[in-house]
């Protein structure tokens, strides 16, 4: 290979590392939203399978970040040793990646037998601050701007709701850009309309979906890089070996 070609390859290479810490970027920022989201939301969830892909993210972000860095320093030394080992870190990261893509998408479909939980948790809601479920259900309410599982009108048939006077619903339904709201079920233009089963379904679809295209993109990134280091090591010019002289006490 000539020498232009040569310099193409590595300053390709190297454009591929750092193109491969902004993946990493993304993919760990990905992985770690839906920790975060799942922190708070677990009771809503039928079990604990859905941050599989978040974990398997956020590792496979960590060996993107070695790898980019182990490309970078391949790009500047022709080192067979740095060049492997830049290799064996995005076969390593191919694997997290197909995984963590696959199981986004497996749960992304199932995503409705996911969240069956949430009318029970709704449903046993009662006020109190120090309880799991009103505080879950609070937080998510207020965070996600949403009232009830469907609706606010869904707050009617929960026995908290009969509790109160049935007059009116968590002050956690009122619209934060309306001061004088009270939670009554008579001004409901004050309270959030939509459900939260569906935000929070919306959401945590977002995230997956992310996390699966980052990680199909940073394959076709890594695909790039493979092939530059590939023939920058099918080029690289051969070690001299000389063959030792006999031992002379033999």
Known sequence: MSEPSRRICKIVLRIVSQLLWLAALV???????????FKHCR????????????????????FLLAAGIAGCCASQKESPCLQGIFVYFLIIVFCLEATAAALSYINVEKMGSELAPFERVFHQYNGSSKDPDTQAVDFLQKELHCCGVHGFQDWQTSPWFNESGHTRVPLSCCNSTFT??????DQPELLFTKGCQGKL???????????????????????????SVSVLMKESP?????????????
């Open 180 to 185: 004088n709201c009270t939670g009554s079920v």
């Open 43 to 62: 009771l809503f969830l039928e079990d604990e399978s859905i941050i599989l892909p978040a974990l398997l993210a956020v590792v496979a972000a960590l």
């Open 238 to 250: 051969l070690q001299e070996y000389r063959i030792l002289d006999r031992d002379p006490f033999s």
């Open 201 to 227: 379904e919306d959401v945590l679809s977002f995230i997956l979906h992310l996390i699966l295209w980052s990680s199909v993109g940073a394959a076709g990134i890594q695909v790039v890089g493979l092939v």
């Open 27 to 37: 993919i760990a920022l990905s992985g770690i939203f839906l920790l975060i989201n």
